[in-house]
């Protein structure tokens, strides 16, 4: 990369156009829109709080984890192919530009929104000559679903999203040439960063270039990729070039420098650099590093094209249109090619290329006859219609509904007028037009990175802010039937829910009914019938509200199988028919709905009806309560804790019609001698035992409730996981853990640790991975330590030896195990024990030391089978014997008083798992702790 001067920034400025907008700020929402295109778990830093995770079952189909990567435009499909080529233009304009990245303080951030996706397709190349082109179609599926990617993973008719491989006999050399391009691009970026990273990318870009090259093949035609008609392929020889042009710029080896120029072609120098036609990148490449005059005839015949008079249209306010489709993504691709050959290329045309991408970039945010911002969530009268299902967040599978958009996507380059005539509409359903795209971005975003550096710019402070939700949840509610001893109503409980898309655990409704005149009549709550029928059913009959004003309630709850989700018409929301109604015996006057809180303006119509109130995870999501002197007759609940003693466990009162200014009071006690008087309090229960904590509140009126709950701490346990093993280490191929627990006073610190990789063959004898992705890049983002281990995972009592890993505390020798599925290092030196799992649970660990000193006989007490498949067997000296049955985490799942010496008891019931069979005599004394597994 050729550095630019000032002085050529001065002189190109005197003559050009001069700075109209906050580049830097159009650079930072550039970067933002890729974070709303992340598929997968989405990581820590990720600044959408309207997305979630989606697409976390992809790669299951072939046993692999192919979870990650970019959601391509407005769909959720995975195209390679042209997000390879997004990277590879990314990295391009930010090696060229980085200067203006660190003016708008954004490199770290796009570092690590590439490194998303290279990490991505790491995985999509588990060996030298396979690669996973795509997740997911459009035909068969994306396409008929216009919902939030978080619905991909809970629509029954969406299905498993399929996984689609190029291999030796089903080729692809363009996209395996062009994620070579992708990747050996990064490892430039990350050489000087992340050396262990850099390295690992630039053996899979080897790898890939030579799958491409030695197996040649069209991906949508030779490999059967399902991308025709949406991302067809015109052929491969520009990407064999390029491939090879980004591998000699990463590794200075003159052989892929005469391979590029082998395999180059000469265009027809009248399109663009697009992501199915490198042409036009491997001509300003070749110009650049060799100073061939052909080269550099074949760049400037093509830039030509692009001015005043070279061949190409233009609109009456200047826009360089190409074609209709995604017109502004051809203008600034062209653009930045314009630029890099300008700064980087002797020419006499430099400040015409110069001022051409100047104004493209300017007429996009601004400069233009509709006075407007064509970037999203930027600018003045900034479109809000894409074509993109996220951002409008459906609820009924419809781009009409609801007619205006749910949330802002910032920093989205839109398709473009469809003719050179400066004409728009603000119109999601025309896609030509309104179309987004990852690869629309990135060259794009090159462009503006090179505006901040001559006309600078500066980042937005405290940005993005917290989106404010709308509403998620609404009840749709008709009287049904009525009669002067009853009120049907129908509810149809609606989840529209999109900060984020999500199916709650539950969701009820509540109609509040006032039973005065039952009252009157000689009724008491416990007279009146509920019945229900439909999707859900009444979780009772009439539960107290308001006592004192006779105002109470009758509830229903979805069923947990018929859960609505936003993904349809008939998906988002759910019926559920409900009866209130006094004994036939009962007199005339004994029902008169026409008092009932929820009643008034209720009709045989459906309609929206907040009276009815709405409950999603038995908090209020939308509705109306009514007012009472009593607020504590709705009930409450204590989140339960059990752990290992000493804890200290947090305990929280929620209540769903608790809002603020009700004057409620709090008073704990945790039973073990200590009290608070905070609606959040914590504890710390010292020593083993079982607890009984109880919450008192107390309202403005006087009026009390209470709550009790059990919490069980046990004993310090031994975390050595049964180590050292008895056989050899079962394979754990391609597997990726996201948290890693440190047990022990000893451990290394690894809190900067985001994700463990371990790809191990028994069968093979091959540990093929073994590495720590981190947040902050310390030691690296990607820390390959395959290298620096050893290992004997083949034998018995199988260990490891880490040496050099970067990591403090973390070099040492450890007995290697497994325990449910996850990884567990225990340290043959210290007391450390390093567990990775996919749960952020701190494992419990080792059985439960004894109780007591005192023993009874254990040798005369039989227990078996173990493992449990149904029933479990116990004789012996166990008669008048408490049996308790503890869960790993240390809850209490059975206990029963023994009263003979042979006993049995089904644990049919029981999840799979290990479980803590304890066995105590009347006087204290402990015969029996063990261990068993319930299979």
């Excluded at 180590?723 to 597997?735: D, G, H, Q, V, Y």
């Excluded at 149904?870 to 029963?896: C, F, M, P, R, W």
Aim: charged share 20%; with cysteine; aromatic share 12%.
């Amino acid at each position: 990369m050729k550095k630019i001067s000032l002085l050529a920034i001065s002189l190109i400025t005197s003559i050009g156009s001069y700075a109209q907008y906050n580049y830097g700020e159009v650079l930072q929402k550039s970067l933002l829109f890729y974070e709303t295109q992340q598929s997968g778990v989405l990581p820590d830093w990720n600044r959408i709080d309207w997305r979630s995770n989606s697409g976390v079952n992809d790669g299951k189909d072939v046993g692999l984890d192919l979870t990650g990567g970019w959601n391509d435009a407005g769909d959720h499909i995975k195209f390679g192919f042209p997000m390879a080529f997004s990277v590879t233009a990314l990295n391009w304009g930010f090696l060229e530009y980085k200067e203006g990245y660190d003016k708008a303080n954004q490199t770290d951030i796009f570092l690590r929104n590439i490194k998303w996706v290279t990490d991505y397709f790491i995985k999509c190349h588990p060996s030298p000559n396979e690669f996973y082109a795509q997740v997911a179609d459009s035909k068969s599926q994306d396409h008929n679903f216009w919902m939030p990617a978080e619905m991909v993973d809970e629509h029954p008719m969406y299905g498993q999203r399929m996984a689609y491989k190029l291999s030796t006999t089903a080729p692809g050399t363009e996209v395996a040439c062009e994620t070579a391009a992708a990747l050996a691009s990064a490892s430039i970026m990350f050489k000087t960063v992340d050396p262990a990273y850099s390295a690992t990318l630039l053996q899979h870009a080897k790898e890939l270039y030579e799958f491409g090259d030695t197996y040649r093949g069209i991906y949508n035609e030779d490999g059967n990729i399902p991308a025709s008609g949406t991302y067809s392929s015109n052929g491969y020889q520009d990407e064999l070039a390029w491939g090879a042009l980004w591998l000699y710029k990463a590794t200075g080896d003159k052989n892929y420098l005469e391979k590029a120029e082998k395999e180059y072609s000469e265009p027809d120098f009248l399109w663009s650099l697009v992501w199915d036609d490198k042409s036009y990148g491997n001509m300003v490449l070749l110009s650049i590093i060799t100073g061939k005059d052909k080269y550099i005839a074949d760049a400037e015949k093509h830039l030509d094209f692009w001015q005043k008079g070279g061949g190409i249209s233009y609109s009456p306010g200047g826009q360089a249109h190409l074609t209709q489709w995604g017109s502004f993504r051809h203008s600034m691709n062209a653009s930045l090619t314009a630029l890099i050959y300008s700064d980087n290329v002797a020419t006499s045309k430099k400040s015409t290329y110069h001022d051409f991408a100047v104004n493209q970039i300017n007429y996009i945010l601004g400069d233009n006859p509709l006075d407007r911002s064509f970037v999203t969530g930027f600018g003045k009268n900034p479109p809000n219609k894409p074509h993109h299902r996220g951002q409008h967040s459906s609820w009924s599978r419809s781009p009409k509904v609801p007619e205006e958009s749910r949330h802002t996507l910032y920093g989205a380059l839109m398709g473009g007028p469809s003719s050179p005539d400066d004409t728009f509409v603000d119109d999601r359903t025309d896609f030509i037009a309104n179309e987004v795209a990852t690869d629309y971005n990135a060259c794009f975003q090159g462009v503006v990175a090179r505006m901040v550096m001559e006309f600078g710019g500066t980042e937005l402070d405290n940005f993005p802010q917290p989106e404010e939700p709308g509403v998620e949840f609404v009840n749709e509610v008709k009287i049904n039937g009525e009669s002067s001893r009853y009120t049907e109503l129908a509810i149809w409980l609606n989840n529209r829910s999109g900060w984020p898309a999500r199916i709650p655990n539950s969701l009820s409704a509540r109609y509040f009914v006032d039973i005065t005149e039952g009252i009157d009549a000689g009724l008491s709550p416990d007279d009146y019938t509920i019945t229900s029928r439909g999707a859900g059913k009444a979780t009772g009959g009439l539960q107290e509200w308001d006592v004192t004003n006779n105002i109470y309630y009758v509830e229903v709850e979805v069923d947990a199988d018929k859960m609505p989700f936003p993904g349809g018409a008939s998906q988002y929301r759910r019926e559920i028919q409900v009866r209130i109604e006094v004994p036939a015996s009962a007199p005339a006057t004994a029902w008169d709905p026409s008092n009932d809180p929820s009643y008034e303006g209720l009709t045989g119509i459906v309609t929206e009806f907040d009276k009815v109130s709405i409950y999603s995870d038995g908090k209020l999501a939308n509705g109306d309560e009514p007012a009472g002197s009593s607020v504590l007759a709705a009930g409450f609940t204590i989140d339960k804790v059990s752990g290992i003693a000493p804890f200290t466990a947090k305990v929280n009162a929620s209540k769903s019609n608790d809002p603020e200014g009700k004057g409620l009071t709090y008073s704990w006690d945790f039973g073990n001698g200590k009290t608070a008087s905070t609606k959040e309090a914590s504890t710390t229960f010292e020593t083993e035992g079982e607890y009984t904590v109880k919450l008192t509140i107390t309202d403005s009126t006087g009026a009390t409730a209470e709550k009790e709950i059990t919490v069980n701490a046990f004993g310090e346990r031994s975390c050595s996981f049964d180590t050292p093993r008895a056989t050899s280490l079962p394979s754990i191929e391609n597997k990726n853990f996201s948290n890693v627990h440190v047990i022990g006073d000893d451990g290394p610190s690894l809190d900067n640790v985001t994700a463990f990789t371990i790809n191990w063959n028994l069968e093979n004898n091959g540990l093929y991975g073994f590495a720590l992705s981190t947040s902050d890049g310390n030691p690296g983002h990607y820390v390959d330590l395959s290298a620096k281990v050893t290992q004997n995972f083949k034998d018995i009592n199988p260990s490891i030896s880490i040496t050099s890993s970067g990591f403090t505390g973390l070099d040492d020798d450890y007995w290697v195990s497994v325990d449910e599925g996850n990884l567990v290092l225990v340290s043959k030196t210290k007391e450390a024990t390093i567990y990775f799992s996919n749960s952020s649970e701190v494992p419990v660990c080792g059985e439960k030391p004894t109780l007591s000193n005192e023993t009874f006989s254990a040798l005369n007490i039989g227990l078996y089978p173990n493992p449990v498949v149904d029933q479990l067997h116990i004789n012996g000296d166990i008669n008048k014997a408490q049996l308790t049955i503890y869960s790993i985490n240390g809850s209490v799942v059975e206990s029963t008083e023994i009263d003979s010496d042979e006993f049995t008891t089904s644990l049919s019931n029981l999840t799979n798992g290990m479980y803590l069979i304890h066995i105590q005599k009347e006087d204290g004394s402990v015969g029996i702790e063990k261990i068993i597994v319930n299979r």
